[in-house]
């Protein structure tokens, strides 16, 4: 029977545990980590979940683990929901806040102690995942994930349009987001769904044919149901050797 790697989305963790939490589900998502692998019979994927906060020598062998997968012709995706236009700070300001009024956050550097918003993810001996320590490169890997943008317009799409209120306005990205009840259900569907349908989409239709998939560790729980929607011939490589730590 397969097993399922136990970690929530970073965003979730982030406004519904605290540390002990936290360092519970990374141990817990190290002592199950491996690389998945799945075919429709023409593309050959190899997924590499991930914890976004973890200890240095784990984001090193996943560096490693994509080097290898990279000399070996696969091509990398790696996530990413950062602004389609970085420099456009009104429009910004307000597709920021929407986003943090479902998922509780405002994505960043998760072990900056000095947010308090973050200030269950700040834990001592444990970095961030960033480009560099993963192996990733801008120039010869692709992004494949929705910007905060568009996942903002599809939410209120599908959902309807996101209120903000004066709350919303005034507590700034730093602190602690307390202007609702966030629903977990909303968090899911803003912080998966919406990007597993993208990245399922994608990696049918794409050209590659050889595929390393970086992405946060619940993505993968949904990964074959959700590429057999775009393509029945999807599945998970039972008998394949997987890549552990």
């Not at 936290?22 to 190899?46: E, P, S």
Request: charged share 30%; net charge positive; aromatic share 12%.
């Amino acid at each position: 029977m397969r097993k399922t790697i136990v970690i929530v989305s970073i965003f979730l963790v982030l406004v519904s545990c605290g540390k002990m939490m936290t360092r519970y589900q990374i141990k817990t998502y190290n002592a199950l980590f491996m690389v998945w692998h799945y075919t429709n019979g023409k593309k050959d994927v190899q997924f590499i979940p991930m914890a976004h906060l973890n200890k240095p020598e784990k984001f090193a062998r996943i560096k490693q683990i994509a080097d290898s997968l990279r000399s070996q012709g696969y091509v990398i995706y790696y996530e990413s929901v950062e602004l389609e236009n970085p420099s456009d700070s009104l429009r910004n300001e307000t597709i920021q806040r929407k986003f943090r009024r479902v998922i509780g956050i405002v994505p960043g550097d998760y072990s900056d102690k000095n947010n308090k918003s973050y200030r269950a993810l700040a834990l001592e001996g444990y970095v961030m995942q960033t480009m560099t320590n993963t192996g990733c490169d801008r120039k010869r890997d692709k992004k494949v994930d929705l910007s905060m943008d568009s996942l903002v317009a599809l939410y209120e799409k599908e959902r309807g349009e996101i209120k903000l209120t004066q709350c919303d306005w005034n507590t700034p990205y730093t602190e602690k987001y307390r202007c609702h009840r966030l629903k977990v259900k909303d968090q899911k569907f803003m912080a998966l769904t919406l990007r597993n349908r993208y990245l399922s989409y994608f990696l049918t239709h794409s050209k590659d044919k050889k595929i390393v998939v970086m992405y946060g560790a619940e993505h993968e729980k949904f990964l074959e149901d959700d590429l057999k929607k775009e393509d029945p011939n999807w599945k998970m490589v039972h008998n394949s050797p997987s890549i552990r730590w």
